[in-house]
């Protein structure tokens, strides 16, 4: 019996270094299962910061593309204006040199190849303006529009109709839509 005894003690020993070598690795693989979830963890992380970067980046992309878009298009909407402002900006201008060539008409003068120089004058000067698509406007007699015309005298006449333009002081001028000066006028009622 010891010798059976000592037969089965070193089996048990076996069984025992068996066991503890096998709850080793055990012990050994739950660091490493817990370094590799750490890693899966640290890698998850990363491409979530990468993801956020990236929808971060998308999103300053568009918005820099839609920047520039509206900039081209305001730069393009600048570019078509500035010839016609240039033009309006000339023709009104010399509105005034039309107004002193109808005074210089409107003074007396002896002298009837002087006045018809001045007429000459001031009929080339008005197809010039027409060529470049002005347009007079301000008659009496026409409805009082606040758009097209300044006031600067109200008179109450019960012959003329309600708002009308009873007298024209300075006729006003426009090209197209834009108005180039404002006719001056006496409203009546």
């Given at each position: 019996?010891?010798?059976?005894?000592?037969?089965?003690?070193?089996?048990?020993?076996?069984?025992?270094?068996?066991?503890?070598?096998?709850?080793?690795?055990?012990?050994?693989?739950?660091?490493?299962?817990?370094?590799?979830?750490?890693?899966?963890?640290?890698?998850?992380?990363?491409?979530?910061?990468?993801?956020?970067?990236?929808?971060?980046?998308?999103?300053?992309?568009?918005?820099?593309?839609?920047?520039?878009?509206?900039?081209?298009?305001?730069?393009?909407?600048?570019r078509e204006n500035v010839y016609p402002d240039a033009v309006a900006n000339t023709l009104k201008e010399l509105l005034p040199l039309l107004?002193?060539?109808?005074?210089?008409?409107?003074?007396?003068?002896?002298?009837?190849?002087?006045?018809?120089?001045?007429?000459?004058?001031?009929?080339?000067?008005?197809?010039?303006?027409?060529?470049?698509?002005?347009?007079?406007?301000?008659?009496?007699?026409?409805?009082?529009?606040?758009?097209?015309?300044?006031?600067?005298?109200?008179?109450?006449?019960?012959?003329?109709?309600?708002?009308?333009?009873?007298?024209?002081?300075?006729?006003?001028?426009?090209?197209?839509?834009?108005?180039?000066?404002?006719?001056?006028?006496?409203?009546?009622?």
């Open positions: 019996m010891d010798q059976e005894n000592k037969n089965t003690a070193p089996e048990e020993e076996l069984m025992t270094e068996q066991t503890a070598e096998a709850a080793e690795p055990a012990e050994e693989a739950a660091p490493e299962q817990k370094k590799g979830k750490k890693k899966k963890s640290r890698e998850a992380e990363a491409l979530e910061k990468c993801e956020a970067e990236k929808k971060e980046l998308e999103d300053r992309y568009l918005r820099l593309m839609a920047e520039y878009d509206n900039y081209r298009r305001r730069t393009q909407k600048e107004d002193n060539l109808q005074r210089a008409l409107d003074t007396p003068c002896a002298d009837e190849n002087y006045l018809t120089g001045i007429k000459m004058i001031q009929t080339g000067f008005e197809e010039y303006l027409k060529k470049m698509g002005v347009e007079t406007f301000g008659k009496a007699g026409e409805p009082f529009d606040p758009n097209l015309h300044n006031a600067v005298m109200h008179i109450e006449d019960e012959s003329l109709g309600k708002n009308v333009v009873a007298q024209v002081f300075q006729s006003g001028y426009r090209r197209g839509d834009r108005i180039l000066r404002h006719a001056m006028v006496q409203q009546a009622n």
